[in-house]
């Protein structure tokens, strides 16, 4: 099994989805020769010319709209937002049309369509380049959420994506994009509403989404140090989320952690704590802990961007504080 | 075109009626008087076409052949409603005719119609779709994005501006800097104004304009000049504030597109008075038989709440 880069998992991920079904089609800004800021798309155009890779001028809201209406009509498009923060400029279209139109429509018309776009970060890039919006859109019904961890999920979950017949957000972690896994050379793809344990654990449950997910797995490593057992959970998909698998960890290890990137406040970390704490209260032995970016927006300076989001040195922390009962009472 | 627009008008006048009767939910925007624009477009187009809609959209889905019973049932949010009562007046989508869908938020359908143009040329396939707006929707940034690459991937769009002179309870005049149709032609979107009020003049610039952007040559912009008989909305009655009412009086007697043509057939000898008042008659006939048939159709089942969210499988 080949190790490869997310982005070159996210470029195989497109590339076959387009020889399999000539429907799909990339457009974005700087998607075709550019290849995007984060090269993630090059060579596609190459194979696919310009009619399938389509470069937009810098109007978000536009070529937003015009991937519904071609969703709505037979094509399933792709549509790559440079950064996560201009989701804010797709809103309408999105979340006013792309998610609604299914219902309003009482099942007539799908728009299948993939919003690829990104989060994260620590890239330095202050704040209208590096917010983690993915609780925004989870929030609206109708669109599902997909958060890729590795290379292998970001193949896996956008070759699902696009074989969707609902809108479809994807999140790549911006910072992940040259971060090697071992990738299947055979086709596969990933289930959305089904989460994954990578680490079994008996003592916390450590539940963290896209790039937490690296950073529970470190902390993890940390926690056995001191005889702690941890087990790691990657949701992979917020919605639909596996809540099954979640309830079933934490019913057997009694005590969860959840991280994630986006703003704590009214976030994710927020509805699955509070799904634990709902369904499965009783098997708790101490309150769910959440975990996500700090409540501000993103500071240029590293040494204050850095500090707002959180590290396994952290997560560790909260994990020993929690088995050691002293934040019942204590959050 | 004669039954088409009476068909609208007969249609409008019912939905008034249940809204003062109460027993339709909600509100409501009617098309009166603009009639001639919706069906001297559709008339030009085939099946296969596709159209988007606004808020003020029951003409464009009856031009676009829908049919009265399941109208009126999702104006009263029946389950035989074309949306199984979960759009309503503002949300009717009919896609075995081509209707893209009418859209509540002012403007919002120009990135579907445009992107359903895009969808045929990548496709090799000629259907032409058209962009129904209003004034009101000239005032939205979407508009210029979308029109922007319209013009620059030469797409089978036609975007047909309804302009009824008010921009909700405020003269056009107040919002609109500049001539509209210069808008358009500033990205070299070749631009029409017509008489919205005269289907036969509309109807032979829309066939004009399908039939070349089926060719390849569009994108084309249309302002069809027009006029509103209601308010905004069907409880906008007190609007001398905005509009005087010699005005409105002006238009229903001496500019009504039914009556001109009438007028018009009666001349050429198409048509005599008895013709054209039992063929209005027979489309009264068929709307009361449907306003019954939606009073007493089924609402939705409860369980249907939560369907239709996703796509399954």
């Known amino acids: ?331 | 075109m004669y039954t088409q627009m009476a068909k609208i008008r007969v249609f409008e006048d019912n939905a008034n009626q249940l809204y003062l009767d109460a027993k339709m939910p909600g509100l409501t925007h009617m098309y009166s008087g603009e009639e001639a624009v919706a069906v001297g477009i559709c008339e030009a187009l085939k099946v296969t076409d596709k159209i988007t809609s606004t808020h003020r959209g029951h003409g464009h889905c009856m031009a676009k052949g829908a049919d009265f019973r399941q109208m009126f049932c999702e104006l009263l949010g029946k389950v035989n409603g074309y949306c199984r009562g979960k759009g309503g007046s503002m949300h009717i989508a009919d896609q075995t005719n081509g209707n893209l869908g009418a859209n509540a938020i002012v403007g919002g359908s120009m990135g579907i119609a445009t992107g359903s143009a895009l969808r045929a040329k990548l496709q090799k396939s000629d259907d032409v779709t058209v962009c129904f707006f209003g004034d009101g929707a000239t005032a939205q940034g979407l508009m210029y994005e979308v029109m922007n690459m319209a013009a620059l991937w030469k797409l089978p769009v036609i975007y047909a501006c309804e302009n009824n002179g008010y921009s909700e309870y405020t003269s056009t005049d107040e919002i609109a800097a500049g001539e509209i149709l210069e808008r358009a032609r500033a990205f070299g979107i070749e631009a029409f104004s017509v008489d919205g009020q005269d289907v036969i003049a509309v109807n032979r610039l829309a066939s004009e304009l399908v039939e070349k952007a089926r060719k390849g040559k569009g994108p084309f912009f249309i302002e069809l000049m027009t006029y509103r008989y209601h308010g905004h909305h069907v409880g906008d009655i007190n609007r001398t504030y905005y509009r005087s009412k010699e005005e409105e009086t002006e238009w229903k007697k001496n500019r009504d597109p039914i009556e001109i043509l009438g007028t018009f057939l009666k001349t050429e000898g198409i048509a005599n008075d008895d013709e054209l008042r039992e063929l209005y008659l027979k489309v009264r006939s068929e709307a009361s038989e449907a306003v019954d048939y939606a009073i007493n159709a089924d609402y939705p089942d409860i369980s249907e709440v939560d369907m239709h969210v996703f796509q399954e499988g």
Do not use: W
């Open chain 1, 1 to 331: 099994m080949p190790e490869i880069t997310l982005s070159q998992a996210v470029n195989q991920a497109i590339a076959e989805e387009m020889r399999r079904d000539e429907t799909v089609f990339l457009i974005g800004e700087d998607v075709a020769e550019a290849g995007t800021p984060f090269k993630v798309t090059s060579g596609l155009v190459e194979e696919f010319s310009t009619d399938r890779i389509i470069d937009t001028p810098i109007s978000e809201p536009g070529f937003m709209g015009l991937a519904v209406g071609a969703a709505m009509t037979g094509s399933r498009p792709i549509v790559d937002l440079m950064f996560g923060d201009f989701l804010f400029l797709v809103m309408d279209q999105l979340c006013n049309q792309a998610a609604k139109i299914h219902y309003m429509s009482g099942g007539k018309l799908n728009v299948p369509l993939v919003l690829r776009t990104n989060l994260g970060a620590t890239r330095r890039s202050a704040a209208q380049h590096s917010q983690s919006l993915h609780a925004l859109v989870a929030h609206i019904p109708g669109l599902k959420v997909a958060m890729p961890s590795s290379a292998y999920e970001a193949k896996g979950l956008l070759k699902t994506a696009i074989r969707d017949d609902n809108p479809v957000v994807i999140f790549e972690d911006k910072l992940m994009y040259q971060d090697k896994a071992f990738v299947p050379e055979e086709e596969y793809r990933l289930p959305f509403g089904k989460a994954a344990i990578l680490r079994e654990g008996t003592d916390v449950t450590l539940i963290g989404t896209s790039s937490m997910r690296q950073v529970c797995e470190k902390a993890a490593l940390l926690l056995e140090q001191d005889g702690i057992n941890a087990e790691v959970i990657d949701p992979r998909t917020l919605v639909p989320l596996d809540e099954s698998t979640i309830l079933d960890s934490v019913k057997r290890t009694s005590r969860a952690i959840v991280v994630d990137e986006g703003h704590q406040n009214f976030g994710t970390t927020a509805e699955i704590a509070s799904r634990i704490s709902e369904k499965a209260f009783y098997f708790l032995d101490a309150p769910v802990v959440r975990m996500g970016a700090m409540d501000v927006p993103i500071p240029f300076s590293p040494v204050l961007e850095d500090i707002t989001v959180p590290t396994a040195e952290g997560v560790a922390d909260k994990a020993r504080k929690l088995v050691a009962g002293e934040l019942i009472h204590a959050l």
